[in-house]
């Protein structure tokens, strides 16, 4: 998706922000927690026969509304991705998703409704085995349905992994002598590579991680990117991406958004490191 594109979806319609606060991380936890537990639902109404009259319309319901915030935070990720860049793994999974969830409902629901005639018509002729659920078509559906739900269990996983991989990686940083100290603060200057690696000189300014974090403006813009530190303040405006996608880098490690949008490409990969000032301590 081009950026002009992501800038029409951030400016319109509801998926964008509310109070301030982008829609996406808000909905998208009722994806990954009704999803999942739905889709456990259908697996055991297929197996266990008994359970279908108690809880079948309630886990229709609940695959609805998982199939409707995996439909809300696909459309509000869009929007998200228009501000702050796109992991594009994540993307390619989370439009899928919905895809997946609305198939499922479907399934479920037909088969779900086949079931239960076909226990009426059962009920109906008493203890005929002739009759009902042992039919092909309810057998053929429920398996269908149990697969699909299975399909969906593992994408919303995935899905949900990688986001929290391209929000988190790399941003919280491992504790360590240079950030034990209480009540220490962050030396304002880089520190030689040799303090930084036990005395093997290499040439090379070292920054820390707190260090980093300090250029985190567009006027002053820093970033981390597999071990390198880049002062990115030249590129934001230069980005071709859009200058929101460089912005949301600034004071973090940027490696994992860094490669699930560019996957090691040849020109993105010159272009940064055109940028580099140091390594990361």
Not at 6 to 11: I, K, P, S
Request: overall charge positive; proline content about 4%.
């Amino acid at each position: 998706m081009s950026s002009r594109v992501l800038a029409l979806v951030a400016d319109s319609g509801p998926f964008d922000t509310i109070s301030g606060l982008p829609v996406h991380p808000l909905v998208v936890h009722g994806a990954v927690v009704l999803l999942p537990v739905a889709a456990l639902a259908v697996i055991a109404l297929v197996l266990v026969r008994r359970w279908r009259g108690t809880f079948g319309w309630l886990t229709l319901l609940g695959l609805t509304a998982g199939a409707g915030a995996a439909v809300a935070a696909e459309k509000s990720g869009e929007a998200l991705a228009a501000r702050v860049g796109m992991p594009r793994e994540h993307a390619e999974w989370g439009e899928r998703l919905p895809l997946v969830a609305v198939v499922l409902l479907v399934v479920t629901v037909a088969w779900f409704l086949m079931a239960r005639r076909a226990g009426q018509a059962r009920a109906s002729v008493g203890t005929g085995a002739a009759v009902g659920g042992g039919s092909a078509m309810v057998t053929v559906g429920g398996v269908l349905a149990a697969v699909l739900a299975l399909a969906t269990i593992g994408m919303t996983v995935i899905v949900g992994h990688s986001g929290a991989t391209a929000v988190w990686s790399g941003r919280i940083a491992p504790t360590s002598s240079s950030t034990s100290t209480t009540g220490a603060s962050a030396p304002s200057g880089p520190i030689s590579s040799s303090s930084a690696s036990g005395g093997a000189a290499t040439g090379a300014t070292a920054y820390t991680m707190a260090q980093v974090a300090t250029h985190n403006t567009k006027d002053s813009c820093w970033a981390a990117v597999s071990g390198g530190v880049y002062d990115l303040t030249a590129w934001i405006d230069q980005h071709k991406g859009g200058a929101d996608a460089i912005k949301g880098l600034c004071g973090t490690d940027g490696t994992a958004a860094f490669t699930a949008q560019h996957r090691g490409a040849g020109k993105p990969t010159d272009a940064l490191a055109r940028f580099k000032i140091g390594t990361l301590a």
